[in-house]
């Protein structure tokens, strides 16, 4: 049995429900794919508990094993497996939604295009996608070196990261072709050993168009 308390992470991310409630109102399958998936709080789990049929991908061993355990905890039907946002394992067109949040902002700007173009690739014309990006206002000296304009590298858990960060202009080129239906622009500060850090994301929700023509289209 489901507490709503054991839900109270995953209840955390407004944009899930933000994306539910336009989910629901433009009446789309309800057929989920989240890239990006993994860790102790998956939001498949939110899509499951609505009723989605829900699929998730990930990059790593480890958050995908947190994830299933999760998935086991709650008794939950969540369908994961290892893959890359920039590869993904699907034909054209299968789902009715996709969803990513704070996955693709460890590629670079290039790879994020190829990410996005494959999410709209198995999305189905007039399907949702929720994205999230960071938002090239205000970046924290933390995030280490601008190697090209918006890419900053520095050292977490001891690899190598990258962060990118977009600004509106670059993310309506990303998405050029679809619908732009909802954008929450949000600043919010955490104070994190006493410093404090100033953060901004664009979260976003397109639709792929209905009548969408000469898309390139590489699977199925
Ligand atoms: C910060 S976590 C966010 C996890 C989850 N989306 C959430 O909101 O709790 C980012 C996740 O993206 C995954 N990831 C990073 N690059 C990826 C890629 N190219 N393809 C698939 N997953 C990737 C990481 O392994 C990690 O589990």
Request: proline letters at 3%; one cysteine or more.
């Given at each position: 049995m489901v507490s709503e308390n054991d839900f109270g992470l995953a209840i955390f991310r407004p944009s899930i429900y933000k994306f539910l409630r336009m989910a629901r109102w433009k009446d789309v399958e309800k057929k989920v794919l989240d890239c990006?998936?993994?860790?102790?709080?998956?939001?498949?789990?939110?899509?499951?508990?609505?009723?989605?049929?829900?699929?998730?991908?990930?990059?790593?061993?480890?958050?995908?094993?947190?994830?299933?355990?999760?998935?086991?905890?709650?008794?939950?039907?969540?369908k994961l497996s290892k893959a890359d946002m920039r590869d993904l394992?699907?034909?054209?067109?299968?789902?009715?939604?996709?969803?990513?949040?704070?996955?693709?902002?460890?590629?670079?700007?290039?790879?994020?295009?190829?990410?996005?173009?494959?999410m709209l690739r198995v999305l189905k014309k007039g399907g949702?996608?929720?994205?999230?990006?960071?938002?090239?206002?205000?970046?924290?000296?933390?995030?280490?070196?601008?190697?090209v304009p918006g890419e900053f590298w520095n050292m977490e858990g001891g690899e190598e990261t990258v962060h990118?960060?977009?600004?509106?202009?670059?993310?309506?080129?990303?998405?050029?072709?679809?619908?732009?239906?909802?954008?929450?622009?949000?600043?919010?500060?955490?104070?994190?050993?006493?410093k404090r850090l100033e953060n901004h994301h664009l979260i976003i929700q397109y639709r792929r168009n209905?009548?969408?023509?000469g898309k390139t289209l590489r699977k199925g």
């Amino acid at each position: 049995m489901v507490s709503e308390n054991d839900f109270g992470l995953a209840i955390f991310r407004p944009s899930i429900y933000k994306f539910l409630r336009m989910a629901r109102w433009k009446d789309v399958e309800k057929k989920v794919l989240d890239c990006g998936a993994g860790g102790n709080n998956p939001p498949l789990a939110l899509f499951s508990k609505h009723g989605y049929e829900a699929y998730g991908i990930d990059i790593s061993d480890n958050a995908l094993d947190e994830a299933r355990n999760y998935a086991k905890r709650y008794d939950l039907e969540i369908k994961l497996s290892k893959a890359d946002m920039r590869d993904l394992p699907f034909d054209d067109e299968f789902f009715g939604c996709v969803y990513s949040y704070n996955a693709s902002i460890h590629l670079t700007k290039a790879d994020t295009k190829k990410a996005v173009d494959e999410m709209l690739r198995v999305l189905k014309k007039g399907g949702l996608l929720c994205i999230n990006f960071l938002w090239y206002k205000n970046v924290h000296p933390s995030l280490g070196e601008e190697r090209v304009p918006g890419e900053f590298w520095n050292m977490e858990g001891g690899e190598e990261t990258v962060h990118s960060f977009f600004t509106e202009e670059e993310v309506e080129e990303i998405l050029k072709g679809t619908e732009l239906v909802y954008r929450d622009k949000i600043q919010f500060e955490m104070c994190i050993d006493e410093k404090r850090l100033e953060n901004h994301h664009l979260i976003i929700q397109y639709r792929r168009n209905e009548n969408e023509q000469g898309k390139t289209l590489r699977k199925g």
